[in-house]
């Protein structure tokens, strides 16, 4: 079975730091787009950033400057380390993984872990 797990969310002061893991598993093949969104209390689920098995990356403009996203291919492992957290930052971080063509709706999703930025 196909799974995704996120890891390393918590709580940090406004211009803190938290790095995100996620590791996917239960399949050999190498995920063509690796991803990040996150859902603020009350909101909906937003793009954050991804990177496509070939190192490509892509980044919400909320991303941009202040996180950077990183992949493992060998083991099916993403990163997001956050830097300069914002309050508005708060919210469950989710990592995916889909196959090229396939829309993020279509992908494999984890559970999600908390991010909480306190002012």
């Not at 196909?2 to 938290?18: D, M, R, Y």
């Not at 490509?56 to 380390?81: G, W």
């Amino acid at each position: 079975q196909v799974q995704v797990k996120e890891s390393g969310g918590g709580e940090v002061q406004a211009g803190g730091s938290l790095r995100l893991s996620c590791a996917a598993s239960g399949s050999t093949a190498v995920w063509h787009t690796m991803g990040w969104h996150r859902q603020a209390p009350g909101g909906q689920r937003e793009f954050v950033a991804s990177m496509t098995s070939g190192g490509t990356p892509n980044y919400a403009r909320i991303a941009e400057d202040r996180f950077t996203i990183s992949r493992d291919n060998r083991d099916n492992t993403m990163t997001l380390q956050m830097t300069a957290l914002r309050p508005e930052d708060t919210g469950v971080y989710y990592c995916a993984a889909r196959q090229w063509g396939s829309p993020w709706s279509g992908a494999v999703w984890g559970q999600g872990t908390q991010v909480t930025v306190s002012s």
